[in-house]
């Protein structure tokens, strides 16, 4: 559905009861039209423009506190560095409680632009979906790139049928090389971009354009280059810059990180520190700088330890999606007494010959061993249709450990 500052008449045609708490939103706009807001309800400066939660480790939702000077540092650098134009068509896929979705809300208002806006439940109805995007002339689509993958899944999913689609924006999750090159095929006309960054500073705080020299030169695509007002580190625990091509933890700098979490000081002291006179996060990422590219290198928490030996999981996916009979995986550990005893591999593959899974076990092995080390090789494989996602759109990675481990 289409939700246009410029255009109230075609919210006539459309069934948008379900907005805020029931209230129709035409009512809203229509009763508010031409009203000039008093500037002391404005919202400034340090203070907060929304609170949004994300989850964290000990259960508790954690609410990151996004003040207007944070907000308007990622709406300026959207609107300078990516391309966006006054009045185009952005694509709602991410629920409000998802900050990606930030990514299309406020770029859109700023810019006069319309919000057109895909219900949840056309995830689980590709007819009702695909209606519904051919009927939106979007011009930017923001999603994840689990999403997209769905999309692409559909051979209908082109330029033919979003002949004004220009420009693809990613966040949320890693963008696989494999679904950069399918984007390329469909939509020749549109560029790519990758970014990176979490909920505590603002969206994204990196960002690449991604073009065939990038797809063929990186077996994983790099998350770019930080914004022009902020600065990314990678540092070793005890907070020293690592050198070229040496992996540390992802600190974020600059005017988008957040002050901290609502109501929780013990919390924010954890994460968010000073840094060469600047407010700093510690993302919980591993990452590395080679050549001044930003690199991405998985969480500091999905490092296991099996058989004495350290690894990181997504590493191992990544190089398993590298193979050609891969759809996309995701590993999971095995645990008993709180020690990781072997791997798991859950495994969407692409159509192949193979009678039997054990002849498929064997291949997908085979082509591991000629990329990683024998101890980093699941023990377990296990086939599956498609991968869970969550409402935000990303694999549903505890779902699926639950339906493998229990």
């Known amino acids: 559905m289409l939700i246009s500052p410029v255009d109230i008449p075609l919210l006539e045609t459309q069934d948008i009861s379900h907005f805020i708490n029931g209230i129709r939103l035409r009512e ?3 009763s508010n039209q031409g009203k000039t807001i008093p500037s002391d309800f404005y919202v400034l400066n340090h203070e907060n423009f929304y609170v949004i939660y994300t989850s964290g480790s000990t259960g508790s939702p954690k609410g990151v506190q996004i003040s207007y000077n944070n907000l308007m540092s990622f709406i300026n650098w959207m609107k ?3 391309g966006l134009l006054n009045h185009q068509v ?16 406020y770029p859109c208002l700023f810019l006069g632009g319309s919000l057109w806006m895909l219900p949840k439940e056309y995830i689980a109805a590709p007819k009702e979906l695909f209606l519904s995007l051919e009927k939106s002339s979007a011009n930017v689509w923001v999603s994840t790139p689990s999403f997209v993958d769905f999309c692409l899944s559909d051979d209908r999913f082109s ?17 696989p090389n494999t679904t950069t090159v399918k984007i390329r095929e469909r939509f020749p006309k549109a560029v790519i971009f990758n970014t990176y960054g979490p909920t505590e500073c603002t969206v994204a705080a ?21 914004k022009k007002d902020g600065k990314v580190y990678i540092l070793s625990e005890t907070l020293e810059e690592m050198s070229n091509g040496e992996k540390g933890e992802i600190v974020i700098t600059g005017p988008h990180v957040s002050k901290g979490y609502l109501n929780q000081p013990e919390l924010t002291r954890k994460s968010f520190f000073l840094f060469n006179g600047e407010t700093a996060y510690k993302t919980g990422d591993l990452g590395y700088m080679k050549d001044g590219l930003l690199f991405y290198a998985g969480r500091l928490d999905f490092q296991v330890k099996v ?42 593959t692409r159509q192949h010959e193979f009678q039997k899974e054990f002849q498929l076990t064997a291949q997908l092995k085979k082509g591991l061993r000629g990329i990683l080390p ?17 409402n935000n759109g990303k694999i549903d990675r505890k779902k699926v450990a639950n339906e493998v481990t229990t």
Request: glycine share 4%; charged share 20%.
């Open 80 to 82: 300078n560095d990516f």
């Open 206 to 226: 990196t960002s690449i354009r991604i073009d065939d020299s990038l797809i063929g030169k990186h077996e994983s695509l790099p998350i770019g280059f930080s």
């Open 159 to 175: 330029a033919s049928m979003l002949p004004g689609l220009t420009t693809f924006l990613f966040c949320g999750e890693a963008l």
């Open 28 to 30: 809203i706009l229509t």
């Open 90 to 105: 952005f694509l709602n896929q991410a629920p409000f409680s998802f900050d990606l979705s930030v990514m299309d809300i």
């Open 307 to 348: 058989n004495g030996y350290r690894m990181e999981l997504e590493e191992i996916e990544a190089h398993l999606c590298s193979l050609t009979l891969v759809k996309n995986a995701i590993i999971v550990p095995n645990y008993k007494n709180e020690k990781c005893e072997f791997l798991t591999a859950v495994v969407v």
């Open 374 to 390: 024998q101890y980093m090789i699941p023990r377990k494989f296990v086939y599956r249709a498609f991968l869970p996602t969550t």
